[in-house]
């Protein structure tokens, strides 16, 4: 089946820090969305991409949809402390309308 | 506007009893996804509902049913409750999905209904 890895797996970052997180794929996919999930929370849609090269901001984070299609960058600006979270990646399979998400990245930022 | 509502927030049943769980979706989705997502772990995707049918399912047991309403909300169903079904269960809704319609892959959560069988 499908699979999204997500690297790194974890991040421990000072406040103030910059943040990239990367998902990668075995196949092509057409859109990539990006979520954040705070604990016991259902993820939030951050950003949404739908051509490949196509860079978006969302306030400091802006994400990327590769050229190949196989992957997408998410960067964080001056992280802060309500940044802490699993950031997911998820994306179709063209002309499927599940989305498959990656392993996610769990972003801590040490005090 | 509001969001996804799921209720209850919290649910503990009985190995072997069975489990509702409920979903509204954003006013103007028709389409309703159903996830589990095991304690860290990812998010599984278990069923896709569009237009009162099920449209697509994941690789989970006959057990886990549900249904779509014609006001667009839904029930996920869970019989003969098992230790392993503790989860957050994840509702999720967009617009009705169209393979050419960018927007309707975009998927909106709700806050989830965390189930414990004990």
């Known amino acids: 089946g499908q699979q999204l890895n997500q690297s790194p797996q974890s991040m421990f970052i000072q406040e103030g820090e910059d943040v990239s997180m990367n998902c990668t794929s075995s196949?092509?996919?057409?859109?990539w969305l990006w979520y954040k999930q705070e604990p016991g929370e259902g993820p939030v849609l951050l950003i949404a991409?739908?051509?490949?090269?196509e860079l978006t901001s969302n306030g400091r984070l802006t994400a990327q949809f590769g050229i190949t299609r196989k992957d997408s960058f998410l960067n964080i600006s001056a992280s802060i402390p309500s940044d802490v979270g699993i950031y997911f990646c998820?994306?179709?399979?063209?002309?499927?309308?599940?989305?498959?998400f990656g392993t996610g990245t769990r972003l801590t930022i040490i005090p | 506007e509001a969001g996804v509502t799921q209720s209850p927030t919290h649910l503990i049943k009985t190995r072997g009893q069975q489990a509702t769980l409920r979903c509204s979706p954003i006013?103007?989705?028709?389409?309703v996804y159903w996830y589990q997502q095991a304690l860290g772990l990812g998010l599984q995707f278990l069923l896709w509902?569009?237009?009162?049918?099920?449209?697509n399912r994941g690789n989970f047991p006959p057990r886990f049913s549900g249904r779509q309403f014609p006001n667009y909300s839904s029930e996920l169903n869970v019989n003969a409750l098992e230790l392993e079904d503790s989860a957050l269960y994840l509702c999720?809704?967009?617009?009705?999905?169209?393979?050419?319609?960018?927007?309707?892959?975009?998927?909106?959560f709700g806050p989830g209904t965390r189930l414990t069988v004990t």
């Open positions: 999720a809704s967009s617009l009705a999905w169209q393979p050419w319609a960018v927007k309707s892959y975009e998927q909106y």
């Open positions: 509902y569009d237009e009162g049918e099920e449209r």
């Open positions: 006013s103007g989705h028709t389409s």
């Open positions: 998820a994306g179709p399979n063209f002309g499927n309308e599940k989305l498959t």
């Open positions: 196949s092509i996919f057409n859109t």
């Open positions: 991409l739908y051509k490949a090269g």
